[in-house]
């Protein structure tokens, strides 16, 4: 059984939950390539090798984006044992691409007009 909650922020996802399984079956799931390709196939990955690993905890993936504009992001799984034998699992999925700032912002031509102030 797994229960989830769901937290967002700007540019985050982060994603909780409470695994049955033990901990290191989780861990093969998501660190193992030909378990993780069952559900996150490399395809979706920039990179099929991991970011950052920490054995055991935690690993971090690099993905992109497979439609235009192809944006960059990563997704953090991190692990730990809960008090009834199975995993609380944490996913935080961050949009990371540095264009984003320019995809979000006004653009420079919004044809509006200044706020004109007139001399008295």
């Not at 093969?28 to 905890?57: M, N, Y």
């Not at 609380?88 to 004109?116: F, G, K, Q, S, Y």
Request: aromatic share 6%; proline share 9%.
């Amino acid at each position: 059984m797994i229960n989830g909650h769901i937290e967002g922020q700007h540019n985050v996802i982060e994603l909780d939950f409470e695994v049955d399984e033990p901990p290191h079956k989780v861990w093969r799931a998501i660190s193992v390539p030909a378990f993780r390709e069952h559900w996150l196939p490399k395809d979706a990955l920039t990179d099929p090798q991991a970011i950052t690993i920490t054995p055991g905890q935690e690993v971090r993936y690099r993905l992109r984006d497979d439609a235009p504009p192809f944006l960059e992001s990563t997704v953090t799984f991190s692990i730990a044992p809960n008090e009834t034998g199975g995993t609380c699992l944490r996913i935080v999925h961050e949009l990371t691409d540095v264009r984003i700032d320019r995809l979000t912002r006004d653009p420079a031509n919004n044809n509006n007009d200044p706020a004109m102030m007139s001399a008295a």
